[in-house]
Nanobody, 116 residues
């Protein structure tokens, strides 16, 4: 069992930045960020493996979002720059414990609101 705790959400004006953090209670293989906007389905934002060798981004965040991790702290970050109102959503952290496992552990979510 791994517990994930997100933090760092909040209200920001368009063009601003936020950094989300997700602390895991144990070691993970792959960690990702997802988001769910009001009235929409959950969507993938970014992911990274333990080594950081495989990092992926959704098109919506390329060039603006950066995912990184501190393995010593079992923490993954999502730096979000040039935020847009359409980035408003609840952001969730997720973890997979092995290369063959899907995301099995999820955080409680943190609200990000971008005002225009």
């Amino acid at each position: 069992q791994v517990q994930l705790v997100e933090s760092g959400g909040g209200l920001v004006q368009a063009g601003g930045s936020l950094r989300l953090s997700c602390a895991a209670s144990g070691r993970t293989y792959r960690m990702g960020w997802f988001r769910r906007a009001p009235g929409k389905e959950r969507e993938f934002v970014a992911s990274t493996t333990w080594s950081g060798s495989a990092t992926f981004y959704a098109d919506s965040g390329k060039g603006r979002f950066t995912i990184s991790r501190d393995n010593a702290k079992n923490t993954v970050y999502l730096q979000m720059n040039s935020l847009k109102p359409e980035d408003t959503a609840v952001y969730y952290c997720a973890a997979a414990l092995s290369i063959v496992q899907s995301y099995s552990y999820w955080g409680q979510g943190t609200q990000v609101t971008v005002s225009s």
